[in-house]
């Protein structure tokens, strides 16, 4: 468990470090809004969040998948693989069902209410990735004991689902200036900042393509895959077409939008 928190802490420390040096150094994009004050929502509803999941559930996802494991539940206890490939796959089973819950966070109107708050930011940079509504954090966390119970990962390949994703999604949601050889290349196998950009687009079709955090295929396969925004990156709006006043996107004013949002869908 201590184990656990420092391997979680240290990747997550060092990989935001990374990409705010990154984005600082060689930014994509012209920041539209007050980087400050941008950063101290995000991150304040970023801890918000984490603190519910811990005091709301009786288990981490960890410990969760060391029950499954111990009473058998999910496809991969069922079955004898190498542990390593076993990891992979688990992995990659996760990071299916992350792809499809997006989507439907997205398809759901009630379930867009909680995601918008994700989406209303009129910039994206590394403090975007982990910006969402703690009652979306709250759902997630279900839908993932579901998934660990169904998919049967091993408790490290939790770990390892976790590290990843924390670290992709502050990976692609920076604003940070990845050569264009670099992204041509990293795409193929990964979401890149060029890529998971598209999806934060005011306009709807472009918000509605590129639903994945990790891996780029999902996108591929189920024709959700849009390569550019039509505006160009540097010239596309960043967020909800209804909510462009940052004094209307206050924390207040986020916490409160799953019950006060009018949808434009
Ligand atoms: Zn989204």
């Known amino acids: ?20 040096t990154l984005e600082a150094l060689a930014p994509k994009r012209r920041l539209r809004t007050p980087k400050r004050a941008r950063w101290l929502s995000n991150i304040s509803v970023t801890v918000l969040g984490a603190a519910l999941v811990r005091f709301a559930f009786p288990v981490t996802a960890v410990a969760f998948a060391a029950t499954a494991e111990a009473r058998g539940w999910g496809l991969l206890n069922a079955v004898s693989l190498s542990p390593l490939f076993e990891t992979a796959l688990a992995v990659v089973a996760l990071d299916l069902v992350i792809y499809a819950q997006h989507v439907v966070f997205h398809l ?9 708050m994700h989406h209303a930011d009129l910039d994206i940079d590394v403090t975007t990735g982990a910006r969402f509504h703690p009652f979306e954090i709250l759902l997630s966390m279900v839908i993932k004991l579901c998934a660990i119970a169904a998919i049967g990962p091993s408790p490290g390949a939790v770990v390892a689902f976790e590290v990843i994703l924390n670290a992709t999604a502050m990976f692609n949601h920076s604003n940070f200036a990845l050569p264009l050889p670099v992204d041509g290349i990293l795409r193929f196998l990964l979401v890149t900042p060029d890529m998971h950009r598209v999806h934060h687009s005011v306009i709807i079709r472009e918000t509605n393509s590129n639903y994945g955090f990790n891996l780029s295929l999902w996108d591929r396969l189920f024709r959700t895959y849009r390569p550019q925004p039509l505006k160009g990156h540097q010239e596309m709006a960043i967020g909800l077409a209804n909510y462009r006043d940052p004094s209307r996107l206050t924390l207040p004013h986020l916490l409160a939008l799953p019950f006060t949002a009018k949808l434009l869908r």
């Open 108 to 116: 759901q109107p009630i379930l867009w209410r909680l995601h918008m």
């Open 1 to 20: 468990m201590e184990q656990e928190i420092v391997i979680r802490l240290g990747a997550y420390a060092g990989v935001f470090a990374l990409m705010a």
